[in-house]
């Protein structure tokens, strides 16, 4: 049976100090990597959620050993070549895109067949972006119009490549790059600038990856067949999952939150700089650099008068996860807001552009939409009185979460269905915002 929340008031003004599980793209990204390490591997503070236990399931069935629990969680590498499994191995991806696509590039070498499947959400979403590389290197592919499920066999000899990524996606670029890890000679990625993790992750391994820019583009090469030893890892807040709760205390009268070491990757910090320019007050405080990557503590407050925006283009890519939270700031905002070239969104586990567009007409604001771009009329009086009933979402657990904040910080009364979805990314979401003051039944 889907569970179902409602709620019928607004959350009190509060301020709060909190932490956020850790980051869901550098947890599966950890998980990976380690597979590849030789030797044990080890991560602290590790996301604990539905899409992190699918890519270390994934990872046993491909025959590596690990360890989690509440403090840690080790993964025992055996180098790039010791993945061992029999034909036609099953891996369930669930409903993480980010493993089911990244995966592909760690069978570039897979002399057995796997059978790659995923829930009914994931199903749905097109794979020819990562098809496409994949066969190039060499591996055989097999599908019913490139969706999931997908046969793959590698192949004994995986040959570098030239690509030109126009997508800004880095889940297509980090499968080119495990794929290149694994794959003798030189590989080049030609692609627009997006987020960087699996980057980072390399050059902190020492691993030969070189990186310029070009005008709107960048220029990866990597040279492949390298090993690398295990390695251990503190993985720091999530900048998604604090997304909301930035959004929260914006959208809510009085109110402040600190939330303590969170990952401020320039290429994942696109929200703030969007929400900066429209006038809310966000800071980052005690501002580290840990193992590549960028932390620090965030400050959010209560802000009355916001400003639409005219979304700069270049901010899409680092944002993408974060759209359906700014669409509903600009619901509160003062004057238009408009928002171009954000196709992408129509590819994620729903397509959060038709939800995001839907969710703010079932809440009175006019809207404008076309294929790629939305325009919101703000109001900032906007004050709930009806009832509002989300359902038919796909599962996309964004899409939940939004919805909860959205009933918080606007009023009226909400009945929220399959709130299960959250666990993908964010389990203890609701208990979080329970112990802020929020009243959810």
């Known amino acids: 049976m889907k569970r179902v929340a409602y709620i019928d008031q607004k959350i009190h003004k509060f301020n709060k100090k909190i932490y956020v599980p850790g980051d869901k793209s550098l947890s599966i990204r950890f998980i990976l990597m380690a597979s590849q390490a030789i030797g044990k591997s080890v991560a602290y503070n590790i996301l604990k959620s539905g899409d992190v236990l699918s890519a270390l399931i994934a990872i046993k069935k491909l025959g590596i050993n690990y360890k989690i629990n509440n403090k840690k969680c080790e993964i025992f590498g055996m180098g790039l070549n ?129 990186i310029k820019k070009e005008k709107n583009f960048e220029i990866i090469s990597f040279n492949g067949k390298k090993n690398y030893k295990g390695f251990n890892y503190i993985i720091p807040g999530d900048i998604s999952s604090s997304s909301f709760f930035i959004v929260l205390a914006l959208l809510s009268k009085n109110s402040k939150i600190l939330i303590k070491n969170v990952n401020i990757n320039k290429s994942r910090t696109g929200i703030i700089d969007i929400l900066k320019k429209m006038k809310a007050k966000i800071s980052f405080k005690n501002i580290q650099n840990y193992k590549g990557e960028k932390v620090a503590d965030i400050f959010a407050q209560s802000t009355d008068k916001l400003k639409s925006i005219d979304c700069p283009i270049n901010m899409n890519s680092r944002s993408i996860d974060e759209f359906l ?19 992408e969104l129509r590819y994620k586990e729903t397509d959060r552009l038709m939800f995001g567009n839907n969710l703010l007409n079932k809440i009175g604001i006019k809207t404008k939409l076309t294929r790629d771009s939305l325009e919101i009329y703000g109001n900032p009086n906007l004050n709930l009185k009806s009832t509002y009933e989300i359902k038919k979402f796909d599962k996309d657990h964004r899409a939940c979460m939004v919805s909860f904040i959205a009933a918080l910080t606007l009023g009226g009364k909400w009945k929220i269905h399959d709130i299960d979805s959250i666990k993908t990314s964010f389990p203890n979401f609701i208990t979080l915002l329970k112990q802020m003051g929020a009243k959810i039944n």
């Open 325 to 343: 939270l700014i669409f509903l700031v600009a619901s509160k905002a003062k004057g238009i807001s408009k928002f171009k070239k954000i196709e």
């Open 82 to 210: 010791g993945f061992k499994f029999k034909n036609n191995t099953i891996i369930d991806a669930g409903n993480s895109g980010t493993l089911a696509r990244l995966i592909f590039g760690l069978l570039i070498d897979a002399r057995n067949s796997i059978l790659l499947k995923g829930d009914k959400s994931l199903s749905k979403r097109d794979f020819y972006r990562v098809i496409k590389p994949m066969k190039m290197f060499g591996q055989t592919i097999k599908s019913k119009n490139n969706f999931l499920p997908i046969k793959i066999k590698g192949t004994e000899y995986p040959r570098p490549i030239d690509f030109l990524e126009t997508k800004g996606s880095a889940q297509v670029k980090s499968c080119i790059l495990l794929s290149a890890m694994k794959t003798p000679g030189i590989t080049k990625i030609k692609c627009i600038p997006s987020r960087d993790h699996t980057e980072r992750l390399f050059k902190y391994l020492k691993l030969p990856i070189k």
